[in-house]
């Protein structure tokens, strides 16, 4: 039986969310509590349970501070609730993601709504699945592993035979958040490619992820139109409900087909299009994130001759989509996000470049 605690000062809210947790018979919530301060001191002398839903404004303790003390005590898988009709709310959430909550979920509808049976069985499917996440202490390697060197060394050597790179893709979904910050706050100003991303998140979610990864990157972050051109050193992310790809090497496709993988946008969708689009001269990332959206399409990649780049185990919140691309063979490289960030900088940057920008990195990552 899951176990789950409620974290929300609304009655209401707490009713509601127990009646659709409590509606699975493999979900029992345990207990109800007002705000952080009384989840912290509920974990203090109760079982602890596999998840904790939590809101983030409350009284005394917000569902910020309460998830850096939870983490630092007694870690436990938390998701953040919020509402999303609430512009503030939703960028605060964000530094709930970076206290250490796993993800983000809109509060679901009422059962009034056309919306309440897909948002109910969605909202009982996420938390299931993020009973399933084990907590640990992030980015433990920051430094990379010895090999490292050695690795990059005879990656780039292959991509010169290959020809330069002229696009970065990258999918990622649970945890996302959190990886993508680091990886776009160590690239430089004078990163030479457009990236384009494709981020699983919940609806409501990714302006607000696009503006607050906006506040640590040097570089410019789009949500972009269909048909807009792709300019080096700036980041595309695909917009909610709609799958994003390139077009003749340098504009933005949208379709609405519907969805793939279980995804829209889907990462299989990106990861096909640049492909099609440029060959060998692309990276393919794959990061972070629950099933398996986008693995084989990146092992096509691979046999194209794109590098190829899987976030590391030890560093990822979920590992289903890199470990379902690991067992294809479609890694040409397997890292942590700070090796990835160096990665990238070294196969787009020219060597004289590339030594001021690897200068930079080491500095901002002390």
């Given at each position: ?5 409620i974290?929300?000062?609304s ?9 659709i947790?409590n ?5 029992k919530?345990?207990?109800?509590v007002?705000?952080?301060?009384k989840a ?13 839903v939590m ?15 939870i983490?630092?005590?007694h870690?436990v898988?938390i ?5 999303t009709?609430?512009?503030?709310e ?6 709930a ?6 993800t983000?979920?809109?509060k679901?509808?009422?059962?009034n709504?056309?919306k309440f ?5 969605e ?6 699945l ?16 010895k ?5 990059i060394?005879?990656?780039v050597?292959e ?23 680091q990886i776009?706050s160590?690239l ?12 699983h ?6 302006n ?9 990157s ?7 139109a ?5 300019l080096?050193?700036?980041?595309y992310?695909?917009?909610e ?12 496709i ?12 889907s ?9 099609e689009?440029f ?11 629950m099933g ?8 096509l ?6 590098v190829?780049?899987i976030q ?12 379902a ?24 940057l020219k060597?004289?470049r590339?030594s ?11």
């Amino acid at each position: 039986m899951l176990k789950v605690l409620i974290v929300d000062d609304s009655p209401t809210v707490t009713d509601y969310l127990e009646f659709i947790l409590n509606s699975d018979p493999g979900i029992k919530v345990i207990g109800k509590v007002t705000n952080g301060k009384k989840a912290v001191e509920y974990l203090e002398k109760y079982p602890k349970p596999d998840v904790i839903v939590m809101d983030i404004n409350m009284p005394e303790m917000n569902g910020i501070e309460a998830t850096y003390r939870i983490m630092a005590s007694h870690p436990v898988p938390i998701i953040i609730i919020s509402n999303t009709a609430n512009i503030s709310e939703k960028r605060t959430s964000f530094l709930a993601i970076e206290a250490g909550a796993v993800t983000l979920f809109g509060k679901p509808s009422g059962v009034n709504s056309p919306k309440f049976k897909d948002d109910a069985k969605e909202f009982i499917e996420i938390v299931k699945l993020m009973s399933e996440v084990k907590v640990v202490k992030r980015w433990t390697r920051l430094n990379g592993k010895k090999e490292f060197a050695e690795d990059i060394k005879s990656v780039v050597i292959e991509q010169e035979k290959a020809g330069e790179i002229k696009i970065v893709a990258i999918g990622v979904s649970t945890g996302g958040p959190l990886v993508l910050q680091q990886i776009l706050s160590l690239l430089p100003r004078d990163f030479p490619v457009p990236i384009l991303i494709v981020q699983h998140i919940a609806d409501g979610f990714l302006n607000a992820l696009v503006e607050w990864l906006s506040e640590i990157s040097v570089l410019p972050l789009h949500i972009p139109a269909d048909g807009e051109e792709i300019l080096p050193g700036h980041v595309y992310f695909a917009p909610e409900n709609y799958h994003m790809g390139v077009k003749n090497k340098s504009k933005i496709i949208f379709d609405n087909s519907g969805k793939e993988n279980y995804a829209c946008p889907s990462i299989s969708f990106l990861f096909r299009s640049v492909r099609e689009n440029f060959q060998a001269n692309a990276i393919g990332v794959l990061l972070t994130g629950m099933g398996k959206d986008g693995a084989d399409e990146l092992k096509l990649m691979k046999e194209k001759g794109v590098v190829t780049i899987i976030q590391d185990k030890e560093s990822s919140v979920v590992y289903g989509m890199p470990e379902a691309a690991i067992k294809l063979n479609a890694a040409t490289l397997i890292l942590s996000p700070r090796e990835i960030a160096e990665t990238l900088i070294r196969l787009t940057l020219k060597n004289d470049r590339f030594s001021n920008s690897a200068t930079n990195l080491n500095q901002r990552g002390k």
